[in-house]
């Protein structure tokens, strides 16, 4: 019997999601923090097993033995996507890293693979990676969750990593509705030129997420949309 993707959890990659890293800052982020453990815990509950998506400078599939490490961000700390943790990584993309942060906090006891998009995978790509990602959901041996790990605008704010671009809020604004709503037409109709110019890193990770779901009925719960230090951070489930 076909297994089924259940439920996605959308959450951003801020390297201060790893206390480690957070020091003064973690008041300003608790929030941000409470939201992302809260839709993980519940998507551990609504699955037999996860996989994660996000994006990265290659499409790559990650089995769910491997480990890297925060040390490039100023944390020498290893997180792994699997209890057993394989050699480390000292260059795994960040979007792998968050996977393996939350994945030790939420489900310590699983392994998740991670598959990374490309940042300028095409709409033939995504859709590519949609239809593989369909196949290994199906070959699961219960229901699915996937976590999709992706960023908004760099450049919201004057001190934003990208300064500012008066584009930016409209285009975020629509970014955190389309998650919020599960509206998948939006995040499939995201413009790459613009998205790139904006610093949202997110938006393949969203689009095969969309792609995957397509017009199933999805009951969507937003749970955080901001911006702190300038960059849109949204965290928001789907069940299906």
């Not at 519940?42 to 769910?64: E, K, N, R, Y």
């Not at 995978?121 to 990676?129: K, P, T, W």
């Amino acid at each position: 019997m076909a297994s089924v993707l259940s439920a996605l959890a959308f959450v951003p990659s801020p390297p201060l999601l790893l206390a480690e890293l957070a020091g003064s800052a973690t008041g300003e982020l608790d929030d941000l923090r409470a939201a992302v453990r809260e839709v993980c815990d519940d998507l551990g509950q609504s699955c037999h097993g996860w996989i994660g998506v996000g994006v990265g400078a290659t499409t790559t599939w990650i089995d769910g033995d491997a480990a890297g490490t925060y040390a490039g961000f100023g944390a020498d700390v290893v997180v792994g996507l699997a209890p057993d943790r394989g050699p480390v990584d000292r260059a795994m993309e960040l979007a792998a890293l968050t996977v393996g942060l939350l994945r030790e906090q939420a489900v310590p006891q699983w392994s998740v693979p991670v598959q990374l998009v490309a940042r300028n995978a095409s709409v033939q790509d995504v859709a590519a990676v949609a239809l593989d990602l369909r196949g290994r959901v199906d070959a699961a041996p219960g229901p699915v969750g996937l976590l999709v790990v992706g960023d908004g605008a760099t450049t919201l704010t004057d001190k934003a990593p990208g300064a500012f671009d008066d584009r930016a809020e409209a285009v975020q604004h629509a970014i955190d509705d389309a998650l919020g709503r599960a509206d998948v037409d939006a995040l499939a109709s995201l413009d790459p030129a613009l998205c790139d110019a904006l610093g949202v890193d997110g938006r393949v990770a969203w689009q095969v997420a969309a792609t995957l779901v397509g017009p199933t009925r999805v009951v969507p719960h937003s749970l955080f949309r901001g911006a702190p230090y300038g960059v849109g951070y949204h965290v928001a489930s789907w069940s299906l």
